[in-house]
T-cell receptor
Framework: GQNIDQPTEMTATEGAIVQINCTYQTSGFNGLFWYQQHAGEAPTFLSYNVLDGLEEKGRFSSFLSRSKGYSYLLLKELQMKDSASYLCAVLDSNYQLIWGAGTKLIIKP | DSGVTQTPKHLITATGQRVTLRCSPRSGDLSVYWYQQSLDQGLQFLIQYYNGEERAKGNILERFSAQQFPDLHSELNLSSLELGDSALYFC?????????????FGPGTRLTVL
């Protein structure tokens, strides 16, 4: 079967750095997405990785290791508005997006 | 604003009823995806249409059906509604049928079944 694992919930402090991990086992791999979703709102795209390595985009970075079936999203200089759920999703061999259950990130002042 | 529109925003109905949710994709996008998200749960993929044809099916109940029209808007029909169908229903669109482009999500329709 296809499986994506993320921690259910994480807590971090404003101004700090947090790393949200995602491990996956899918039938094939054509890339990994990270989306942000504020409570009651639509998910919005954060990043896409298909090659190994780190992609940096402002305060957010995403890392991929295909051999380990592993990715992480790194958020720096945390702000209160970063409180949201972060969804990891993998594009499988059929180009179907398999979604993780999401990690709820709570930022404390 | 993602460019994807969904109507209605809120819907309250009773068990056993039938409702239709509507989605208009971004201009130029050929794929439409439907998702269900129950309270504090992850996104559950229901179904995808590409250029009018069903492209992929997820955990969609037999009581649910969808279609994509020639103008590319899509409708999700939910029938014989149960309390457990109360959820946020999202529509998303993307350029291709199975591609590496991001999906753009609409604001969702919040369905409450009483």
């Amino acid at each position: 079967g296809q499986n994506i694992d993320q921690p259910t919930e994480m807590t971090a402090t404003e101004g700090a750095i947090v790393q949200i991990n995602c491990t996956y086992q899918t039938s094939g791999f054509n890339g990994l997405f990270w989306y942000q979703q504020h409570a009651g709102e639509a998910p919005t795209f954060l990043s896409y990785n298909v090659l190994d390595g780190l992609e940096e985009k402002g305060r957010f970075s995403s890392f991929l290791s295909r051999s380990k079936g592993y990715s992480y999203l790194l958020l720096k200089e945390l702000q209160m508005k970063d409180s949201a759920s972060y969804l990891c999703a993998v594009l499988d061999s059929n180009y179907q997006l398999i979604w993780g259950a999401g990690t709820k990130l709570i930022i404390k002042p | 604003d993602s460019g994807v529109t969904q109507t209605p925003k809120h819907l309250i109905t009773a068990t056993g009823q039938r409702v239709t949710l509507r989605c208009s994709p971004r201009s130029g996008d050929l794929s439409v995806y439907w998702y269900q998200q129950s309270l504090d749960q992850g996104l559950q993929f229901l179904i995808q249409y590409y250029n009018g044809e069903e492209r992929a099916k997820g955990n969609i109940l037999e009581r649910f059906s969808a279609q994509q029209f020639p103008d590319l808007h899509s409708e999700l029909n939910l029938s014989s509604l149960e309390l457990g169908d109360s959820a946020l229903y999202f529509c998303a669109s993307s350029v291709g049928g199975g591609d590496v482009n991001e999906q753009f999500f609409g604001p969702g329709t919040r369905l409450t079944v009483l």
